[in-house]
């Protein structure tokens, strides 16, 4: 791609002139575990009601700008009023949109990395001072001193299950930071669903009105490549995110397959318990490379973080040999020599376990 050039870096505002595109590090493989996207795709008993929800959709008007009837149907399933409900073009439309609402200067962001890099770079765009508080030893997130930053905060970001780490952020820690904050708690749920029952906060936003749970249909309804996500918030919330979105920015095709996601929901469940039982698997296998200087984390989400000896170079042998996409997040602070796998289908997490060992056996 050709990178921005001097002359138009000079035209750009400030904190847009600081960034770089964004890469996903994609490249053409055979078996992509990268991205976290659910391998096992629509499952065949929903795709003709999905085709047919999109060629039935009225593609010559502008969509429901809060998405009418999917809408709808998500407050029903989710057992809050439709006022609770925001839809966006993916949870990245809608994480932005937090910081557009909430974000800028003098509107303190409060996050717990090493976590999804999204966070801060929206914070960047939109010039919000981010307050870190980094994980402990094994990930654990620093409660306590989460706390006492948030007694400060406008918006305070967790993620349970955390994007990379697979661990989920404590229940009643998401308590103490509604009770502490004067701002907004966003619990950031777009794994939940691989997540033991009862793991997700929903059920305490009759409590909060400060608090806001985000989920997509990316990761567990097989809909990375629609772009639909939803904010569960107060009303007042809501009217909050609605305000600084793009009005259509969830298009009609994306809005009726995401309702026919919704409908056929039970349909997904095979799959995502697939791949809560490969993740065991995948674990234990991975486990038994310990003798090779492996290291796995226990997850709670569709993708594992694993730590290798020199992961950089490992994630070029898996790509570049083995036609195998991991996501390689060894520069990352707190990251060093760790790799993200995704779960995948049972034969493309074996073809990882394999390659990676003999990578690592020199082989
Ligand atoms: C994937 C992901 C999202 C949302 O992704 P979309 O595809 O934009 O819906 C949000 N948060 C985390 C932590 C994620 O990993």
Redesign the pocket.
């Known amino acids: 791609m050709t990178g921005i050039t001097p002359e138009v870096r000079a035209l750009m505002r400030p904190s847009a002139a600081a960034l770089e595109p964004y890469d996903p590090a994609f490249s053409p493989v055979e078996v992509i575990l990268s ?2 996207e659910n391998n096992y795709g629509i499952p065949p008993e929903v795709a003709p009601a999905l085709a047919k929800a999109v060629t039935d959709a009225a593609w010559n008007r502008y969509p429901v700008p809060l998405g009418g009837e999917l809408r709808n149907q998500l407050a029903a399933w989710h057992g809050v009023a439709p006022e609770r409900v925001v839809v ?8 932005f949109n937090f910081f557009l609402a909430f974000g800028g200067a003098g509107h303190a962001l409060v996050s717990c990395p090493p ?2 890099s ?1 966070y801060g770079l929206y914070a960047s765009m939109v010039e919000t001072p981010v307050v870190e508080v980094p994980r402990e030893k094994d990930f654990a997130p620093n409660v306590d001193a989460l706390v006492e930053a948030a007694r400060t905060a406008t918006l305070v970001v967790v ?1 349970s299950p ?3 780490t697979g661990d989920l952020f404590p229940r009643d820690g998401v308590r103490r930071l509604c009770e502490a904050c004067p701002g907004i708690v966003l619990v ?4 939940i669903e691989f997540a033991d029952p009862g793991s997700t906060v929903e059920d305490m936003l009759g409590e909060y009105q400060s608090l806001a749970v ?6 567990a309804f097989a809909l ?1 490549g629609a ?3 939803y904010v569960l918030a107060s009303p007042a919330v809501v009217a909050a995110l609605a305000a600084v979105r793009q009005p259509y920015s969830v298009s009609v095709l994306d809005q009726a397959a995401a309702l026919a996601a919704v409908t056929h929901r039970d349909a997904f469940q095979p799959a995502v318990q697939a791949i809560r039982q490969d993740r065991g698997r995948l674990s234990s296998m991975l486990g038994g490379l310990v003798p090779l200087g492996v290291r796995v984390w226990p997850s709670q ?1 569709n993708f594992l973080c694993v730590r290798v000896p020199h992961a950089h170079e490992v994630w070029c042998h898996l790509r570049d040999e083995h036609s195998i996409l991991v996501r390689d997040f060894s520069s990352t602070p707190g990251l060093e020599d760790c790799l993200r796998i995704t779960v995948g289908k049972p034969e493309e997490n074996d073809l990882a376990v394999a390659a990676l060992t003999s990578i690592l056996k020199g082989e």
Do not use: C, I, M, W
């Not at 966006?88 to 994480?95: Q, S």
């Not at 985000?214 to 990761?219: A, E, G, R």
């Open positions: 991205a976290n966006g073009n993916g949870g990245d439309e809608l994480l976590t999804f999204v993620t955390n994007n990379p950031d749920e777009a794994y985000l989920h997509t249909f990316s990761k990375a772009r639909v996500g989400a």
